[in-house]
């Protein structure tokens, strides 16, 4: 029986093999238990320390002071210059501004619509917004039959009817979709293509119901396409009571007519600027971690969620690794992109930059979900990479990160197209698309700890990133 | 050869053995594919539904303007009976009232504080709100020097020093703790134990820094103790801000006085009831998951999110499973508890009903965290049933439920003693304690959707425990 025995073992130690080179696979992504307890413990500490300073959320408060930072504007120029400031106060090892021509659209002042026509609903007022990018109406407005549909497709398919008419599009953001970002994608068509639709069936403008998970009748405004084959039209948000209004009335009476009067227009491109700063690397200075979000905003409320308080976490996750005295051995840069809204000019511009450069780019993130309660990271990357991450979420966790998945970052990382990873950070997306793009994008709707957490989960990422590589 | 080749097939077979006998222990629990798609559509449809419905955010529209429900007052048997109607319109199978004797307190209209004696700081208003239980200060108020003290350590140590003082407790919660429940637990004790220690070494009365997360002046109440073999000195929460001005002041001005003014008083016990409804088991009726919150509340604000809007999300959860036509095999009972606040009466006369009826308990689930975008189960069971339900977390997280995880359940369910499992329903924290017993409390920071996805939570969570038992 020896050789039976022998065989036996063999097998066994066959199978002992497999198990072990199998856990071998696994364990080699894995810190040890000394190396986890370290960061776990500096983890909790970086927690303990944005949410007693409040730094980034005190810098919140004299950003919303300058006010909304529309592409072009003096006050986005304002807000460039106050990064920059802030940055080097913050003692960032290099702070620099990447000039970026960016669009520039003006509102004006003038946005009003009323019922001009009906016998029942005369003179009633309906609050309007103008889309980003719209063209004006003449001075005396546009004044037509309303029209209403639910899709592209409907208005597509009015053919002659639309002639003359305003086209209402009329479907609402839908409710019962989870995830409000999945609900405003599906919904934002209407927004970008429905001018150039309506214009193709002779249509002179067009209202859209704005896009929102609240129910109030502060208008969401947001860019808009035009199409230089058709008439550019002129095209503004509804308020969603005045559009359950709208909706209503037209029913009962086809024929009343709406006047609308926007006097916003489009000036040459102005010069503008990216905002980058960093610390750089102590081993490997040229491998660099991009940490940012966009410095615009639209020019209602003051941008605080979107992109505000997200951009300034990762502007605070460098001052926090300064304060906390840790010096990242890869180089770990804010830069904070211009004209995300309405043009993307400033991703365009640092992707670029990156393809053309002397750094490699080891990873991005990007914060522009606003600055809810973390979640987790969505990640664009390689299985092997992903999984290094994955069991970084003990870690993680103690910034209330629950899970890091496969799916998209943001759109100015994703420009920096030789990154081995792009993270989009995901706060919770509940209250988001109540303020979106709105007068209710203020301070007072940023929550200082939430704000804050999110700051320590951008800043844990950056540096695990930074000192265990991918 | 062929003997060693059966030899070594046959421990192949062994280790397939051990292998696939593991799998068993673990598939055993799991749920089989078809079962878990089938699960994983009935979740999200239950969060389509309550997200476009909205039911249970309505029911809070009216229980607000019904106002706060604090126990054996006249609003909270209103609201009693509007829960009861409301239950019985929701066309549950049985709905009952349970009575329950409960303390009766009642703030009065006093609640004034002011520095009467200060060369800089005379007639300085103060903005304090009487904790629950205390009693009045005679009719001419309370005037003593401010002593102030971080803890109950340093007022034991004062001895003569607080004799005819009124002791100001000011070690605020630490905003660097992450999860605000363990801040808020870590500072509490100067509320509910400050009067006794106070009183041991003298003291005519309590002031205590408002228990918080938010920079404002609204002060937070809730509940206190006294013993009986020292004097019942009178005690209240002081505003953060005001909290701020006072210890700063009294380090000025050692000998500043303040007088106070409490009118509460402590009325005989009321006649009061817990809400009970139910959808009766088809096949196990006498088998029961306990879903509920309690009913009562502080006289501030309305108790939107303490404890309103998470007992309507146990309601709403079982109107849930009527709307969609779905019978659980075991009886899913909604327990809306009165007196949670100063008392535990209804909890703990539930809890006696329960160890004495016929019924057997499964599960009980508690709602009383506030009604914030869903984040876990925190479970107090064996660690098979444990493993059970972290089976089903693919189905769970399709209404934002990341994990399920050993720990407590909540004040009321865990007088339920024989029940197999108690499950606290854990929402995010971050904004609780800016709000929680103040007038902060308010339908305006409820979430709709945020509030529906909880009650998708629990509807889902009770019916699984029905349908696949632990």
């Not at 009748?217 to 095209?235: F, R």
């Not at 040229?286 to 951009?311: E, F, L, M, Y």
Request: hydrophobic share 35%; charged share 25%.
């Amino acid at each position: 029986m020896k050789i039976l025995n022998k065989i036996l073992f063999d097998t066994f130690l066959y199978f002992l093999f497999l198990t072990s080179s199998f856990s071998t696979t696994i364990h080699s992504q894995n810190l040890s238990p000394e190396k986890l307890k370290s960061y776990e413990e500096l983890a909790s500490k970086m927690v303990r320390t944005v949410l007693v300073d409040q730094k980034g959320y005190g810098w919140l408060k004299e950003l919303c002071k300058i006010g909304p930072r529309l592409s072009g504007s003096e006050k986005s120029m304002k807000a460039i210059k106050w990064a920059e400031n802030k940055m080097k106060e913050c003692g960032f090892d290099s702070v620099w501004l990447q000039p970026v021509m960016v669009p520039h659209w003006v509102r004006g002042n003038a946005a009003q619509a009323s019922i001009s026509s009906s016998k029942k609903y005369k003179n009633e007022k309906l609050k309007i917004l103008a889309f980003g990018g719209s063209v004006a109406t003449p001075k005396k407005g546009i004044t037509g039959e309303v029209i209403e549909v639910k899709s592209l497709d409907e208005a597509k398919k009015l053919g002659d009817k639309a002639k003359g008419k305003i086209v209402f599009y009329d479907r609402p953001l839908d409710q019962g979709t989870l995830n409000t970002f999945q609900a405003y994608g599906e919904a934002v068509d209407q927004r970008m293509n429905g001018a150039i639709e309506a214009a193709k069936v002779g249509a002179v403008a067009v209202l859209v119901r704005s896009i929102q998970t609240n129910y109030d009748n502060v208008p969401h405004t947001g860019v808009m396409l035009y199409d230089k084959s058709v008439p550019e039209i002129p095209s503004a948000a509804i308020g969603f009571i005045d559009a359950d209004f709208l909706s209503k009335a037209v029913k009962l009476d086809p024929h009343l007519k709406v006047t609308i009067k926007l006097d916003c227009k489009t000036l040459p491109d102005a010069q503008s600027y990216n905002v980058i700063g960093q610390i750089t690397g102590s081993e490997k200075p040229n491998d660099v971690i991009v940490v940012g979000g966009h410095w615009d905003s639209w020019d209602q409320g003051c941008g605080a969620h979107d992109d505000g308080a997200p951009s300034l976490q990762t502007m605070e996750s460098l001052d926090l690794l300064n304060r906390m005295h840790l010096k990242p051995k890869r180089t770990i840069r804010c830069v904070l992109f211009i004209n995300e809204e309405n043009g993307l000019r400033g991703g365009i511009e640092y992707g670029k930059y990156s393809a053309n450069g002397k750094d490699t780019y080891l990873a991005a993130i990007e914060s522009d979900r606003g600055a809810f309660t973390p979640r987790g990271f969505s990640v664009t990357t390689d299985s092997l990479s992903l999984l290094k991450m994955q069991n970084w979420l003990p870690i993680l966790n103690k910034t209330y990160i629950d899970w890091i998945r496969k799916g998209g970052s943001g759109g100015d990382v994703a420009e920096i197209k030789n990154a081995k990873a792009l993270l989009g950070y995901v706060p919770d997306d509940q209250r988001y698309m109540d303020l979106h793009h709105s007068a209710n994008d203020v301070l007072e709707v940023v929550s200082p700890r939430e704000m804050e957490l999110g700051t320590s989960s951008i800043a844990l990422m950056s540096y695990l990133l930074s000192e265990e590589g991918l």
